[in-house]
């Protein structure tokens, strides 16, 4: 199953009010709509999901102080981004301030191929601990942990690169440095991810 199916399967999103924190582009926020979900996107740029869906609705806003009333949504989604808040605990007192019944948080493991393979260029062991850390602490119902592999098809080592890149523009150096090392362990085809979903209810 894909990301938006494993979230489809657990919860019923149809008539529901959900955002997802830190929605990038919007595709998850525009695959909630086509689910049956009244959809909402955070994110402190929003300009991207403004230009791929103008009709869509998006806030701009981070994880510790979202732009929304108390109690104002259902379900509140992140889809891989706890872990880039720079305290994740810092997350959950807004979290609990706007969310009605369910937290649905998914996060990727330091573990499986593709996280190895930029391991060189980004390590994100530490970040990716510090989000398991804080939802663990984080005072909230635990109602249900998913665990799911999910992968990334990468065909040419040129397309990890502009991928890596997008993404933070800064690992430029970071990436030239290893690029001979990753030339020579990288593989064209799915790279696994695997992931870890945990659904939490705000007390």
């Not at 979230?7 to 998850?28: E, S």
């Not at 104002?72 to 808040?85: E, G, K, P, Q, Y």
């Not at 969310?99 to 980004?122: K, N």
């Not at 005072?139 to 998913?146: C, P, Q």
Request: include cysteine.
């Amino acid at each position: 199953m894909n990301d938006f199916e494993v979230l489809a399967h657990a919860i019923d999103l149809d008539g529901r009010t959900v955002v997802d924190i830190g929605c990038g582009d919007g595709a998850f926020v525009r695959a909630l709509r086509e689910g049956g979900a009244d959809a909402i996107g955070v994110d402190i740029d929003v300009q991207p999901a403004h230009r791929l869906d103008p009709k869509g609705r998006y806030l701009k806003g981070g994880a510790e102080r979202l732009p929304l009333p108390d109690q104002s949504v259902d379900i509140a989604t992140m889809m891989r981004s706890l872990h880039h808040v720079p305290d994740p605990s810092s997350a959950f007192p807004e979290l609990a301030r706007v969310v009605r019944e369910y937290v649905y948080i998914a996060e990727p493991l330091p573990t499986g191929e593709f996280f190895e393979l930029l391991r060189p260029v980004d390590d994100e062991t530490e970040v990716r601990a510090n989000a398991q850390e804080a939802i663990r602490t984080c005072g909230f119902e635990h109602i249900k942990t998913i665990e799911y592999d999910t992968s990334v098809r990468v065909d040419r080592l040129e397309e990890l690169r502009d991928r890596v890149l997008a993404a933070d523009p800064t690992r430029g150096d970071s990436w030239a440095a290893v690029e001979h090392q990753l030339a020579g362990r990288f593989r064209p085809g799915d790279l696994p991810i695997p992931m870890r979903v945990d659904i939490l209810k705000p007390r």
